[in-house]
């Protein structure tokens, strides 16, 4: 896992209004170095995807994680602070390529939701049909009796397939238990790594190009030049400078 420039990581801070969140996800697999390219990146299943977003979120800004989220039923502000770690799973064995299933008289070989399904299923115009199309995805072979193929998934092969795909990869569905302070009433937060990590690279480029603009115009010095100093000698400068 790469230790990205500052430099380098505002060329991703950029893609983050211009991508969707999912997409977004693998553009930034590909900047912390856990995958090449974002071929690659796409082929790794959602919660071995989640599992190294969310190493990298803990290298580049620590354990300490505030998730909000408008409750449910009253729109207060639910805030949860916690330790990242807690999220972590442990680093997975060597993982099974095909899965199956029998549901409603059809046989199922399938695989996991892989990072390209889930930037497909984000076009899709609402959850049902996301679900529909991840599950179409991920089918890898489908038999009726006799061995007939099966063209199209009932749709309670589709929700007794969703339901097996969250427990064979549970990283990809981390959900928190939340009360509400102002209701009393308890929901559950579902945790999605990659639009927490735009948000908090949101905040760092824009602490880090009021830095650029402050020491640019008192220096007269460049982007790259104010980039490449390291953070205690910009630090340092800054206090100079009296920003």
Do not use: K
């Not at 800004?61 to 805030?79: I, M």
């Not at 749709?155 to 990869?169: G, V």
């Amino acid at each position: 896992m790469n230790a990205p420039t500052p430099a380098r990581l505002l060329d991703l801070w950029e893609l983050i209004p211009t991508l969707e969140p999912q997409a977004w996800a693998l553009a930034a697999l590909v900047v912390a170095g856990v995958e090449e390219d974002e071929r690659s990146a796409g082929a790794q299943s959602v919660g071995s995807r989640d599992q190294a977003l969310l190493a990298w979120r803990r290298s580049l800004f620590g354990d300490a994680l505030l998730l909000t989220e408008p409750c449910p039923y009253c729109e207060e502000l639910l805030e949860l602070e916690m330790d990242a770690g807690m999220l972590a799973s442990p680093l997975p064995g060597p993982r099974e390529d095909e899965f199956f299933l029998s549901v409603d008289g059809i046989d199922l070989r399938f695989r996991l939701p892989d990072g390209d399904d889930m930037v497909a299923a984000a076009r899709c115009p609402g959850v049902q049909e996301a679900r529909a199309l991840i599950a179409t995805r991920c089918v890898l072979d489908a038999t009726g009796p006799g061995g007939r193929p099966v063209d199209a998934l009932s749709a309670l092969a589709i929700d007794q397939m969703s339901e097996r795909l969250s427990l064979l990869d549970e990283p990809a569905d981390i959900r928190l238990h939340v009360a509400c302070a102002s209701c009393t009433r308890s929901s559950d937060l579902v945790f999605d790594i990659a639009p927490i990590l735009a948000q908090e690279l949101d905040l760092w480029a824009a602490r880090c190009l009021s830095e650029v603009h402050a020491l640019a115009s008192m220096y007269g010095w460049t982007e790259h030049e104010i980039l490449a100093l390291s953070p205690a000698r910009r630090s340092r400068y800054l206090a100079l400078a009296g920003a």
